[in-house]
């Protein structure tokens, strides 16, 4: 009964392989005789030329007085710049909200009273008001404008070398948590 299966199923097998596959090798080389890929050639190579290094007479980038100033209030280490703050003045006015970052600093609200603008920020669970010319944050921060959705304010700031220079930095009016404003 083996032989039997055996022998039919080879028989079978030789009935689907008939040879009739002139068509589909026509077909193939039809087909993949444009099938060459277009690759385009590598670039030349230029050949490796040497810069000569002369440090002579240049800034010393690794001297500690350009990393990081030396006085208490880094005012020796630099030029100073056009942008100096008055250290002592800061002494005197000892305003509360110099005392804390101006990221910490959040405007929560508005008021215009005899026609000048105040803004009022919340920090450390205090309000307190503003008016421009107050000075706020750690970086002599002075209020320069205020408006009924922002605070902007000129910041004095200095780089590692010693210069001061200015930044403008804005406190945004924070909406109410849990509101669709």
Do not use: H
Not at 53 to 77: C, H, I, M, N, R
Not at 88 to 111: C, D, Q, T, V, W
């Amino acid at each position: 009964m083996k032989r039997i299966m055996l022998i039919a199923l080879c028989a079978l097998l030789g009935a689907c392989s008939d040879g009739d596959q002139e068509e589909l090798t026509q077909w193939m080389t039809e087909n993949s005789a444009n099938l060459r890929g277009n690759i385009p050639p590598l670039p030349q190579v230029k050949p490796y030329e040497p810069v000569p290094y002369e440090a002579e007479g240049s800034l010393d980038p690794f001297k500690s007085t350009k990393l990081e100033p030396e006085s208490k209030y880094k005012q020796v280490a630099g030029k100073g710049g056009d942008f100096q703050p008055d250290f002592e003045a800061r002494e005197l006015r000892n305003s509360f909200l110099e005392k804390y970052p101006i990221e910490s600093l959040k405007m929560i609200g508005y008021l215009n009273v005899n026609n000048k603008p105040l803004g009022v920020i919340l920090v450390d669970g205090k309000i307190k008001q503003v008016k421009v010319g107050d000075y706020i944050g750690l970086d002599f921060g002075a209020v320069t404008k205020i408006t009924d959705k922002e605070i902007e304010v000129r910041e004095l700031i200095q780089d590692s070398a010693g210069d001061w220079s200015e930044r403008s930095s804005s406190l945004y009016l924070q909406s109410k948590e849990g509101s669709n404003k």
